[in-house]
């Protein structure tokens, strides 16, 4: 089922490109955005667009998605670049400015970056649709750190 999602994702991104001409991120973003809210339905989780929240840096920020659960707690964060931008520059800009490194993936349409608890834990190619489908369910996999103590509490 996964693959058929990421396969529709394919076939969506490349036909707006195709129709368009452009692979800007505004313009390539809401098939990505599709595919991260499939893969969330699994969780009981939906991605919240353009959500503004706390940063790091104690201002707000505007992540282009905010995974969240049906009690308002965020789960992660997507954050969507152009693919003529270098990913790295651009996630570099996001954390200066305080996006929160707990659980957020960035893209490109080419590349995908998964950061938890401020690390880089998965980069894959996009255009493998094994990898991207693996990088995706860590993403909407990750625990969410209030849950995982109330869950610790309720066991002893």
Do not use: C
Request: glycine share 6%.
């Amino acid at each position: 089922m996964s693959i058929q999602l990421i396969n529709q994702y394919y076939n969506k991104r490349d036909r707006i490109i195709q129709y368009g001409g452009s692979t800007n991120e505004l313009t390539i973003r809401d098939p990505f955005k599709d595919l991260l809210n499939h893969y969330s339905d699994k969780k009981n989780l939906l991605l919240i667009p353009e959500l503004a929240i706390m940063g790091t840096k104690g201002a707000k920020v505007k992540p282009d998605g905010t995974l969240k659960n049906a009690l308002r707690l965020d789960y992660g964060y997507w954050e969507s670049k152009d693919e003529k931008d270098s990913i790295d520059e651009e996630i570099d800009t996001k954390i200066k400015k305080g996006y929160p490194l707990t659980n957020i993936i960035f893209e490109d349409g080419q590349t995908a970056v998964l950061i938890q608890h401020g690390v880089v834990v998965s980069r894959v190619d996009m255009n493998d649709r094994n990898k991207l489908d693996e990088i995706l369910n860590q993403f909407i996999s990750f625990e969410h750190p209030q849950v995982k103590e109330l869950l610790i509490k309720l066991l002893v």
